[in-house]
């Protein structure tokens, strides 16, 4: 694949992923009702890590769209995997049941992986 396309695709999954991360901080760096009733009082998370995970993800999204900063850029995509198989997690153990409502993280785990995967190919 040319270097061009690769180029191109790296940066459309990157751009929808990050767009989907920062969507999850929404409600999170100043917790309202809604944030507190699903993820304090449903899942049990206290509210200063709500922020606190809001904050990590506003970082690692900002990261991915620096140039350079190999070792620190597998950071930022391991901290945002481990956020999303946090949230199926938590999820599950809370409902005992995986909830049809999560299949929407796919499109989440889809473009990760993808950009990860075009950025590796772009820098081995």
């Given amino acids: 694949m040319k270097s061009k396309k690769l180029t191109i695709l790296y940066w459309v999954f990157t751009i929808l992923f990050i767009l989907l ?8 760096i100043q917790p309202n009702a809604d944030t ?3 993820m304090h009082d ?10 606190f995970i809001s904050i990590a993800k506003v970082i690692g999204c900002i990261v991915l769209v ?3 900063l190999k070792r620190i850029k597998e950071w930022a995509y391991a901290g945002l995997f481990f956020d999303l198989v946090a949230a199926v997690y ?3 153990a809370v409902a005992g049941k995986v909830d049809p409502a999560m299949l929407s993280l ?3 785990f889809g473009t990760g992986i993808l950009s990860y995967y075009y950025w590796r190919k772009l820098n081995p």
């Fill in 21 to 28: 991360m920062l969507f999850a901080t929404i409600g999170g």
């Fill in 36 to 38: 507190i009733k699903f």
């Fill in 42 to 51: 449903g899942l049990g998370y206290p509210i200063y890590f709500i922020q």
């Fill in 66 to 68: 620096i140039p350079g």
């Fill in 90 to 92: 938590s999820n599950i």
């Fill in 106 to 108: 796919i499109a989440w």
